[in-house]
């Protein structure tokens, strides 16, 4: 199991109270709402001084300013979402294997209760923020990270992998495959390749592997294609499953962003979105709650309504 220290759990915190305040908060404010700063005022002071200075190494950019820009009052911090990204360039097989690490740890801290506890705090305060304003985090880890290192290596030796898959049908299968890329995308991870029996490109989701997953065969036994790019063969597939969906203004940014087309209806914005797993795309529209409404396809929005009802039978 992957822990994480004080002081890293400390710059999670940080850095999800900055990215999820609505306005620049102050040193007094993050002292009061964020847990690990202890101490007396000096200590404080060299601890928030340090943090932000590691976060600035990671390549987090952190906005000063001030919380009435008419005053010269005290000054704030914030982070903007838009300027939150990590520029990983060119790394290896093992580099990514390394940093499937780190995300799960992040995502596990990201949504651990003393991080939410951050914007509950900051709300209590009567300071506004949003946990929907925040970038995806990190993709959800739904295998290990030996089996990760086992596709990756796979890949660099250009070596055959077997493995039991869940079909959509929820039959196991057992499925023989060259490798060719692995990708995330809508926190979902994929992996792509030919598949030896059908002899076909396929693309496969990670959580839907049953068990490990192993190499067999002979290094160099094939070829991967020359400029293949999986997010570019998993646009092509999600071409073909569009939703229509109305939005409450100022909700769900994450569905919002991957909108193709908006509609501005006042209160509400029409948005035709691509998706492509029904059944992940069900489970966002139900995490929001009222603030989604499905217009179109026919068979996701019956299918919402049969899990509300469903869920208003088994609690009354």
Same mark, same amino acid.
């Given at each position: 199991?992957?822990?994480?220290?004080?002081?890293?759990?400390?710059?999670?915190?940080?850095?999800?109270?900055?990215?999820?305040?609505?306005?620049?908060?102050?040193?007094?404010?993050?002292?009061?709402?964020?847990?690990?700063?202890?101490?007396?005022?000096?200590?404080?002071?060299?601890?928030?001084?340090?943090?932000?200075?590691?976060?600035?190494?990671?390549?987090?950019?952190?906005?000063?300013g001030g919380?009435?820009?008419?005053?010269? @009052?005290? =000054?704030?911090?914030?982070?903007?979402?838009?300027?939150?990204?990590?520029?990983? #360039? /060119? !790394? %290896?097989?093992?580099?990514?294997?390394?940093?499937?690490?780190?995300?799960?740890?992040?995502?596990?801290?990201?949504?651990?209760?003393?991080?939410?506890?951050?914007?509950?705090?900051?709300?209590s305060l009567g300071i506004d923020s949003d946990i929907e304003s925040l970038p995806t985090l990190a993709p959800k880890m739904a295998w290990s990270n030996q089996e990760l290192e086992t596709v990756v290596g796979a890949i660099s030796e250009s070596r055959k992998i077997a493995f039991t898959y869940l079909s959509s049908d929820l039959l196991e299968e057992k499925r023989e495959v060259e490798p060719y890329a692995v990708a995330t995308r809508?926190?979902?991870?994929?992996?792509?390749?030919? @598949?030896? =029996?059908?002899?076909?490109?396929?693309?496969?989701?990670?959580?839907?592997?049953? #068990? /490990? !997953? %192993?190499?067999?065969?002979?290094?160099?036994?094939?070829?991967?294609?020359?400029?293949?790019?999986?997010?570019?063969?998993?646009e092509v597939e999600e071409q073909s499953r569009l939703a229509v969906i109305d939005i409450r203004k100022g909700k769900a940014s994450l569905l919002r962003k991957g909108a193709a087309l908006i509609e501005d209806l006042g209160e509400w914005d029409r948005c035709e979105v691509s998706y492509a797993d029904a059944k992940v795309f069900i489970d966002s529209i139900l995490w929001h709650l009222d603030d989604v409404v499905v217009i179109e396809p026919t068979v996701i929005k019956e299918e919402i309504v049969e899990i509300l009802k469903a869920l208003v039978a088994s609690h009354g």
């Open positions: 199991m992957l822990t994480v220290s004080r002081k890293s759990e400390r710059l999670v915190n940080l850095t999800i109270a900055l990215l999820a305040t609505k306005r620049f908060l102050t040193k007094d404010e993050i002292f009061r709402s964020i847990e690990g700063y202890e101490g007396s005022a000096e200590s404080k002071e060299r601890m928030f001084e340090r943090d932000k200075d590691d976060l600035r190494s990671l390549g987090i950019e952190i906005d000063v919380l009435d820009p008419l005053f010269n @009052d005290e =000054a704030g911090y914030r982070i903007k979402p838009e300027s939150y990204q990590l520029n990983l #360039g /060119e !790394i %290896s097989g093992t580099d990514i294997a390394l940093l499937s690490l780190a995300a799960q740890a992040w995502n596990g801290a990201a949504l651990s209760d003393a991080a939410n506890s951050a914007l509950v705090k900051l709300n809508n926190g979902l991870w994929y992996l792509s390749g030919l @598949d030896t =029996a059908k002899k076909a490109l396929r693309t496969f989701r990670f959580d839907r592997v049953v #068990g /490990e !997953i %192993s190499c067999i065969g002979k290094a160099n036994a094939y070829q991967i294609p020359q400029g293949f790019d999986l997010l570019e063969t998993l």
